[in-house]
């Protein structure tokens, strides 16, 4: 009796339904297994500052396809997910509405309280971030889910920090840092963005005062130069000139008074800081407030350096009368006195740079700053330093970067060598586990050290340094020893209150999550196991990383760096670099942006099938994609586009056009709205997945209704008609296609290779082709054998990009057919999802009956073509006779059974001598002419015009080919086998203009 599925595809219920179940089974738990090749990917985790979007969509997709590809391949699979705690971009995000709901600080809460709420906040969004995942088909292993603030992960942060401070790698210093005054604490170079801003540009004028030492003599002189900042001024330490300069040259040395705070400072040459060419041809040095100033401080450091802010971006006392005063505040003020005091130049409105605080979106201050580094230079003893490390995995191969152009930024970064500075001032993430004294005087400093210095020393677990030109003594623990922690709290010493910087837990993830440095520590977490590094040391190093090009400098390469640090091996041979998916008006989808689309708005109206889908079908090597969407209403279902006033939770609410009724418009936002419904996003660029999945969903439908009588049996390939043969051959060169782009991670090309054999040439061209075969019994089992075999290929093709309905027509063919396959039956898997990954003979591929087919297509294309174009009625049967060689005619007359049906013709005739037939349709290609009569059917003045334009076209299109090869250097200089293409090209369009012109004759005489 025939299955019979139901009309339509319900991607809701096929969700829900085939969630369960795989979990329930345990398809996607890895154990060790000496037996099989492990393949691992570790997710990038996503921070828990909010929800995921689109972005994450196609990231996690695209690693999902991977590794349900390598399980059907029968590799260990395992996908290790998590998240991460990302802690200045969640510290803000809570800080940021504790404010907003009650107004307070994090000092009006302290600490304590404060990493409470986060972690509340954390378990919120870590819940919904996971529960994303799961609901776009993510095949992690689950039970391994980690964070990066948990016992496992904070215990590899302890033994990598330990292991770096006793190595000498990370010191105490102060230095030059971004730094966000809202959040007070420093970030990463690429944590800011530069952006275009409306500000000034000032020059003002200091008197130069002469030799140090010397009586001012004769009238007052005076150096000017100008600034984009003049409140930094309170800082200055010199001025600068080039040491080229003429005109200042007999000023170099000479003393200028800084008028704010009364300061003699030098002036000085540096040919590396001043230009003559820009403006005065002299600048004003601020050490503590500028890099490049810095750079110069760096090299003449007799010049000093003042600090002139507080963290929060008010002036502390090196400002003197502006003490207390806000940075932006002051710098009115200090503009004011120096008009005051007739040293104001002017002043040009202009755009400047600004650097923004990619968290806080506040302005970023050089602020001089002590922090903790990790130095990345080489060694002293000269073996590579960490930089160069990661630097060589790449070179030589061991890392490789898909698309291969992204190894550059990595390379360019880190061959700059920069320190990296791990501290940041905040007080979620993992506390730095250094204790520290600064001694208030020499004696007591050396004394303590003679004293203690040997007692640390024996400590296994026990590092220690100091500082001597600061007096201070830092001891790091590698785990907590509270006797000892006693001890130095007693003997003065406190524990930093900085933490580390989220990218140092991060750069651990790959080795971290497996549970190094072992041994396995007690998990939590019910329904999670905790990782024994022994026993998952075989799945490190991982195998491929699937992450975005913004964060191959903070991520990427520090992740190499540490793995060969901690293990002396790589974390992962391949990185594949995915494009973006944009919002609809070309800006990065972010969390903090609130411009993301939620996946889950794109599943609940088009099902995850096709979410996934369009993501797989954009991922190719070079262009990212812009996704415009439209707020769905909530009492319609109106589709209302989005506006950029729409992004950024700004719009609060719109009214819809038809219904009138109000909603919030689609977006990441935080909190329900109680007042008004609020819309799910929506987009037309899901509606090509969701036509696929239906198209599969109805070809299998019809299939299903014609298995009646199915029996299982072995199918002799050399024997089936060519109609089968074509459609294996296909199969095999499509599996074999679709692999080979899998393992180039070139994901585009598997989308559109798979929607091109089911859609055409299976449902479109063979499942018509079969429908005569399956009335007639003599040919009904070994048509079903065939249907069958290929599309449980099929399925296994789908199944990585589209698990869902491809589970679903997998249990709905095993109902019918749990026994098949080709060449030879088999008993079906139960799963789609454990199913073997599709191999075909390499003989299978027929290339001469591929051509055949691909001709044969052609002519049946282009009848439909011609019915269109004259707005002939599909039920109007054609006449058409097809001018060409004896064995093209042959290879038609053989299909001819197909031939009729597919292109609606009644009579048809293929030969070397046939007669074109008076007012007919043209149809000219290089192996043959057909000719579709149409008697009766068009308007023949009409179509004389339409000729004459086609000839014209195609005389331009030859001449154009005829003055390249006229060309002499085109000739001589192009590969020979170019040159010959456009002599074809040639023949080929002469032909057709000769066939053309006999259709135009024909309708004249006719």
Partial sequence: MATELPKAYDPKAAQEKWLTFWEQKGYFHSEPDPAKKPYTIVIPPPNVTGALHMGHALNNTLQDVLIRWRRMQGYNALWMPGTDHAGIATQAVVERQLLQQEKKTRHDLGRDELVKRIWQWKDQYEARILGQLREIGASCDWKRTRFTLDPVCARAVRETFFKMFRDGYIYRGKRLVNWDTHLQTSVADDETDTVPTKSGFWTFKYQVLGEPGAPATGEPEFISFSTTRPETMLGDTAVCVHPSDERYKALIGKLVTQPHTGRKIPIIADGQLADPALGTGCVKVTPAHDPNDYACYQRHPEIGIINILNPDGTINDAGGEYKGLDRYKAREAVTKKMEDLGLYVGKEDREVPLKISDRSKTPIEPYLSDQWFVKMADRNDGKPGLAQMAMDA???????????????????????????????????????AVWSRTFADQKTFEDTLALEAGTWASIPHVAWTAQDETRTVHICLAHDDQDLIAALTADGFAQSDDVLDTWFSSALWPHSTLGWPG?????????????????????????????????????????????????????????????????????????????????????????????????????????????????????????????????????????????????????????????????????????????????????????????????????????????????????????????????????????????????????????????????????????????????????RLVQPVMPFVAESLWHALGEVAPVRGLPSPAQAEESVVIAKWPTYPEAWIDAPVEARFARMQDLVRSVREVRNRYQVDDKTKLDVTVKCADAVAADFNALAAFIGPLAGIATFTAGPGVAKPKQAGGIVRPEFEAHVSLVGLIDPGAEMKRLEKQIADKRKSLDGTRAKLSNEKFVAGAPPEVVQQQRELVADTEKQIAALEENLRDLQTA
């Fill in 519 to 795: 041994p396995s520590l007690p998990e939590a977490n019910p329904g999670r196991e905790a990782p024994d590094w022994d026993a998952l040391r075989s799945y490190y190093p991982t195998s491929t990383l699937v992450t975005s090009r913004d964060i191959i400098t903070l991520w990427v390469a520090r992740m190499v760096l540490t793995g060969l640090y901690n293990l002396n091996e790589i974390p992962f041979h391949h990185v594949y670099i995915t494009p973006k998916v944009l919002d609809g008006f070309g800006e990065t989808m972010s969390k903090t942006k609130g411009n993301g689309v939620d996946p889950l708005d794109i599943i609940d109206t088009y099902g995850t099938d096709a979410l996934r889908y369009y993501v797989t079908s954009i991922a190719g090597e070079t262009q990212d994609s812009k996704l415009p969407v439209s707020n769905q209403c909530p009492h319609c279902g109106e589709l209302i586009p989005q506006k950029q006033e729409h992004l950024g939770l700004r719009t609060k609410k719109l009214a819809c056009p038809k219904c009138k009724k109000e909603f919030r418009p689609g977006g990441p936002w935080p909190v329900e709205d109680t007042e008004r419904p609020t819309a799910k996003q929506a987009s037309d660029r899901f509606e090509q997945g969701r036509n696929f999945a239906n198209k599969m969903w109805n070809a299998t439908r019809f299939m299903l209704m014609n298995l009646d009588g199915y029996t299982p049996g072995p199918v002799d390939v050399a024997a089936l008609p060519t109609e089968d043969r074509w459609l294996l051959s296909r199969l095999a060169t499509t599996t074999k296609a679709v692999t080979a782009a899998l393992e180039a991670y070139r994901f585009s090309d598997v989308a559109r290779l798979v929607y091109d054999f089911v859609w055409s040439e299976f449902c479109d061209w063979y499942i018509e082709m079969s429908k005569g075969r399956l009335k007639v019994p003599a040919t009904r089992g070994p048509a079903q054998r065939v249907l069958t075999g290929v599309l449980d290929g099929i399925l």
């Fill in 394 to 432: 790449v070179t030589d191969g061991r890392v490789k970067f898909f698309p291969e152009r992204y190894a550059t930024s990595y390379l360019d970064w880190l061959g700059e060598k920069r320190d990296w500075c791990i501290s940041r001032q905040l007080w979620w993430g993992h506390r730095i």
